[in-house]
């Protein structure tokens, strides 16, 4: 309990920190990196946060019962699963991150330079939202197994390289600056516990793990890469100096985004985007299925 209290401590003097050098910065420079930052959090509280609870269970149970084959499994299959959302919400929030930001924040007082300001800082904070979203699920799975110190060592070693991160980045890129120290810290974290964890097992399911991310990389780089066509198509029929017409190229480029994800999902045969059309038609249509216990598979749902 003691270094998992002192770890959220950290966490919370990281924020505490990246606060004080923001309001060294131009008045606004703070309200611009927690807007950026509130809206890169969805996916992270939707996935992240919600897979990696709803499996912890699991995770100790078959640590406590020295199940290693199955813990391995278990943790690839939430691994996954996370990653299945969050790579395809980063693509589309990169992508429509100037979009996002002015159907969102862009009225009022809130100006243009203000707008691309915040755009600039979601894109950076969109690419690290893998690393933010798995960290959860890393980190409990040492909880899992007994062990608070390793993630707590690492959140401490994490906040070192942020500082000094900062300390590199704010005197030229400003608030961008910021973004940068905060996601290349989450990218480090990331790595280094998943480097850490891996060494306590003989792999982690490594061959399905890296066989998925080819398979989810290449089919969110198409979607990304349909959307910025369609924002393009849009731009030519709808005036985007107005709420509405911005209102519009940012839904019909999601309807597209999210057709050619689905697409692609077929096309390259994605295993979890197929166990979520299962588990969301059970939802949606209540049918009744027996349901038979299985640890080593957590569908999220």
């Known amino acids: ?138 980190a409990r799975a040492f909880y899992a197994l007994h062990d608070t110190k390793t993630p707590f060592y690492i959140a401490l070693l994490t906040e070192i390289v942020s500082i000094g991160a900062v300390l590199l980045l704010i005197g030229k890129f400003k608030v961008i600056g910021l973004a940068i120290a905060f996601s290349s810290a989450a990218v480090f974290q990331m790595l280094l516990l998943l480097f850490v964890l891996r060494s306590r097992f003989d792999n982690l399911d490594d061959k399905n793990i890296i066989k998925f991310i080819a398979k989810i990389a290449f089919s969110s780089m198409t979607t990304g890469f349909s959307i910025q066509l369609t924002k393009y198509l849009v731009a030519l029929l709808v005036n985007l100096d107005t709420f509405v017409g911005i209102f519009i190229q940012l839904v019909i480029s999601s309807f597209v ?18 166990k979520f059309k299962q588990a969301l038609t059970r939802k949606l249509f209540k049918e009744k299925q027996t349901i038979v216990e299985d640890t080593a598979d957590v569908s999220g749902i």
Do not use: H
């Open 1 to 138: 309990m003691v270094p998992r209290t002192i770890g959220i401590a950290v966490n919370q003097i990281n924020l505490l920190i990246i606060t004080l050098f923001a309001s060294t910065l131009a008045t606004g420079s703070l309200s611009i990196f927690n807007f950026a930052q509130n809206l890169q959090g969805g996916p992270l509280g939707l996935f992240g946060a919600s897979f990696s609870i709803a499996v912890f269970p699991v995770l100790a149970a078959l640590a406590a019962k020295g199940e290693n084959e199955n813990f391995v499994k278990t943790f690839s299959v939430t691994f996954r699963q996370i990653l299945f959302f969050i790579i395809p919400f980063s693509i589309f929030i990169l992508v429509l991150r100037a979009q996002i930001v002015r159907v969102v924040l862009g009225a009022g007082k809130f100006d243009w330079e203000d707008t691309i300001l915040t755009f600039q800082t979601l894109g950076i904070f969109a690419l690290s939202l893998f690393a933010q979203g798995t960290i959860p699920l890393l």
């Open 257 to 274: 985004g999210i057709s050619i994800f689905v697409g692609m999902c077929y096309v390259v045969r994605l295993e979890e985007f197929f």
